[in-house]
């Protein structure tokens, strides 16, 4: 079953905006990870927060972290035509399942 | 190429055939994970070794599929008897311990 839900499912927006999606989760984390994926390719991890952080940066990327609403956001500043991608956010658990749990994935649109 | 490696990209066959897929991890990493991912939806876990022990399975993991990692290094996952709603991109990931996992670019499976 998915446990990250990301919002919203699609986000369409111009170069050089800013793009924010949002995800939530059920249980008692570890650490949550963003991962980008091009069309029909694998997934590129992008930036790992864990539970004792509350943001963080990389690069374009600015990632928060709420454990008290079981919530994380992923913003993406200037955003570049090449951002087009859909972006899943994936909990590692700090109990019981170890492998990464995803959610359906936001689908980012960046227009020239 | 030091990252995950993914055998064959793509594989057409016919329902009711066997199919093999391989998967060569980052060498340093202990964890390797399969996923299954259909169109529009995030990576859905399937299984998780950490050495050659298979320490977790997904209840999607139907008697139909089996998974192996001898000696620790290299996976395979084989799906017997093939059904139409095997189709999916299947997904192969390494991690050390709780960091950051890394993806394969997938094999293709399509069952006609």
């Known amino acids: 079953s998915q446990q990250g839900e990301e919002d919203p499912q699609a986000l369409s927006i111009q170069e050089g905006e800013n793009a924010t999606m949002n995800c939530s989760y059920k249980?008692?984390?570890?650490?949550l990870q963003w991962y980008r994926q091009n069309s029909g390719r694998g997934l590129v991890h992008l930036i790992l927060?864990?539970?004792?952080?509350r943001e963080k940066h990389s690069g374009r990327l600015r990632v928060t972290l709420d454990t008290s609403k079981k919530s994380s956001s992923l913003l993406i500043t200037a955003s570049r035509a090449a951002d087009t991608a859909s972006y899943f956010c994936?909990?590692?658990?700090?109990?019981?399942?170890?492998?990464?749990?995803f959610g359906s994935g936001t689908r980012l649109q960046v227009q020239p | 190429d030091t990252g995950v490696s993914q055998n064959p990209r793509h594989k057409i066959t016919k329902r009711g055939q066997n199919v093999t897929f391989r998967c060569d991890p980052i060498?340093?990493?202990?964890?390797l994970y399969w996923y299954r991912q259909t169109l529009g939806q995030g990576p859905e876990f399937l299984t998780y070794?950490?050495?050659?022990?298979?320490?977790?399975k997904s209840r999607l993991l139907s008697d139909r599929f089996s998974a192996e990692r001898p000696k620790g290094s290299f996976s395979t996952l084989e799906i017997q008897r093939t059904e139409q709603g095997d189709s999916a991109m299947y997904l192969c990931?390494?991690?050390?311990?709780?960091?950051?996992?890394?993806f394969g670019q997938g094999t293709r499976l399509t069952v006609v």
């Open positions: 060498s340093e990493h202990n964890r």
């Open positions: 070794f950490q050495n050659e022990a298979q320490l977790e």
């Open positions: 990931a390494s991690s050390f311990r709780h960091t950051e996992a890394f």
């Open positions: 249980t008692s984390i570890n650490n």
């Open positions: 994936a909990t590692a658990s700090d109990t019981g399942r170890r492998a990464l749990t």
């Open positions: 927060i864990r539970s004792n952080e």
